[in-house]
């Protein structure tokens, strides 16, 4: 398989060493500052509005408690997500790759196994021969 020959595969792998590596910085530095950045954002804006909203009341502390309650159902779900869709990737890939194994690569291990036997068998024809000279 040319996908797993060592030539081919180190620099696949260092060039997705590469790849990933800045791509990880580049979310690290610029996009989850700007996340983060906004959700502040969002979270001051929500209690100035609740404060202007409620004044003297105390269904601030309400409103921001059902803020945060929503802000962390919606990473549960984001996370349950994430882990099923890894799951079945993963099932799906283990999956395939047995059936392929199990499809193509049982005949071509046959005729494998035929054509080493055919070989083995033409030296001992040829050893025989030669020793009875």
Known sequence: MPQLDLMHFFTQFFWFSIG?????????HNVVPTIAKNLKFRQ?????L???INKGKDGVSDLL???D???FRSF???KSNIS???????SWFSTNVKNLNNSNFNAANKEYLKAVGEQHYRNLVVKSFVSKK
């Open 76 to 78: 549960q779900l984001w």
């Open 20 to 28: 990933f590596t800045f791509l990880y910085a580049y979310l690290l």
């Open 84 to 90: 099923s869709l890894t799951e079945h990737g993963n």
């Open 65 to 67: 408690g059902i803020y």
């Open 50 to 52: 609740a404060n202007d």
């Open 44 to 48: 001051k804006k929500l209690e100035l």
């Open 69 to 71: 309650n929503l802000i």
